[in-house]
Nanobody, 117 residues
Framework: QVQLVESGGGLVQPGGSLGLSCATSRNIFRFYDMGWYRQAPGKERELVAVIISGGTTNYADSVKGRFTISRDNAKNTVYLQMNSLKPEDTAVYYC???????????WGQGTRVTVSS
C-alpha cells in the first residue's frame, strides 16, 4: 500500500505564506511524477503544480510566480511553498504521485488551506 503523508496547511491571512509537504516511500518517489492538486468547495479538483522525476516543473497559471514546488530526493518528500496567498487559494490540497507508463495515481488524504482575514 502506497502512502502519501501530507503536512502543513491551516489558516493564513491574505498576502501570507504557507508551506505544504508530502512524504512517501522511496520506491515510488524515484519513478513517479509528484504534484499538488486542490479542490475548492463546489469546484472540481484542479492541478496546482507538478514536478517530474527529472526536476522539471509546471504550474497552473493562477499560481505562477507565487507558488513553488520542489522535491527532496533524499527525504522522499515533495514541497509546495505558497506565497502571496489569496482568498481564492482556499481549498483542500492533495498530494499526488503519478506513474506515467501505467497512468497509476496515488493520493494523499488532503490538507485544508484557508486564506481569510
Amino acid at each position: 500500500q502506497v502512502q502519501l503523508v501530507e503536512s502543513g496547511g491551516g489558516l493564513v491571512q491574505p498576502g501570507g505564506s504557507l508551506g505544504l509537504s508530502c512524504a512517501t516511500s522511496r520506491n515510488i518517489f524515484r519513478f513517479y511524477d509528484m504534484g499538488w492538486y486542490r479542490q475548492a468547495p463546489g469546484k472540481e479538483r484542479e492541478l496546482v503544480a507538478v514536478i517530474i522525476s527529472g526536476g522539471t516543473t509546471n504550474y497552473a497559471d493562477s499560481v505562477k510566480g507565487r507558488f513553488t514546488i520542489s522535491r527532496d530526493n533524499a527525504k522522499n518528500t515533495v514541497y509546495l511553498q505558497m506565497n502571496s496567498l489569496k482568498p481564492e487559494d482556499t481549498a483542500v490540497y492533495y498530494c499526488n504521485a503519478h506513474y506515467v507508463p501505467t497512468d497509476t495515481n496515488y493520493w494523499g488524504q488532503g490538507t485544508r488551506v484557508t486564506v481569510s482575514s
